[in-house]
């Protein structure tokens, strides 16, 4: 689970056409962010971006499987790999992209606590 700088370089060169983007290391890999969205993250110097029902249908159609944190644990998240022919092409990359970050939730706010009332005897 590592990645490489040369790796995450490349991807960020790549990934220069689309706005606000920014990364974490993250468990070994590195997350991809979108302003709050987080839609994308890269392992093993793969890259994968989150997908849906609907974008789901391109990442099959190249063979593309889904990211699986180990390799005995099934695919939990719905990321996909993102072809290498995508992955060259700056234009097309950012195309892709932009379409994860449009199905990509909003990264979860910690939720405020709330002052319970005291009881009254």
Same mark, same amino acid.
Request: net charge positive.
């Given at each position: 689970? !590592?990645?490489? #700088?040369? @790796? &995450?370089? *490349? +991807?960020?060169?790549?990934?220069d056409g689309v706005r606000d983007v920014t990364w974490r290391r993250m468990f070994g890999g590195v997350g991809l962010y979108a302003g709050e969205r987080f839609f994308?993250?890269? #392992?093993?110097?793969? &890259?994968? @971006?989150?997908?849906? #029902?609907?974008? $789901? $249908?391109?990442?099959?159609?190249?063979?593309? %499987? /889904? *990211?699986? =944190? %180990? =390799?005995?644990?099934?695919?939990?998240?719905?990321?996909?790999? +993102? /072809? $290498?022919?995508? &992955?060259?092409? !700056? %234009?097309? &990359?950012?195309?892709? !992209?932009?379409?994860? $970050?449009?199905?990509?939730?909003?990264?979860?706010?910690? /939720?405020?606590?709330?002052?319970? /009332? %005291?009881?009254?005897?």
């Amino acid at each position: 689970m !590592a990645v490489s #700088d040369s @790796f &995450l370089t *490349f +991807v960020l060169e790549q990934l220069d056409g689309v706005r606000d983007v920014t990364w974490r290391r993250m468990f070994g890999g590195v997350g991809l962010y979108a302003g709050e969205r987080f839609f994308g993250l890269i #392992d093993n110097d793969r &890259l994968y @971006f989150k997908a849906d #029902d609907a974008t $789901v $249908v391109d990442y099959t159609r190249e063979g593309m %499987g /889904p *990211f699986r =944190p %180990g =390799p005995s644990q099934a695919a939990s998240m719905k990321y996909y790999e +993102v /072809p $290498v022919s995508v &992955l060259e092409d !700056a %234009g097309e &990359l950012a195309r892709w !992209a932009r379409r994860s $970050v449009d199905v990509a939730p909003a990264a979860a706010r910690e /939720p405020r606590r709330r002052k319970r /009332p %005291g009881r009254q005897m």
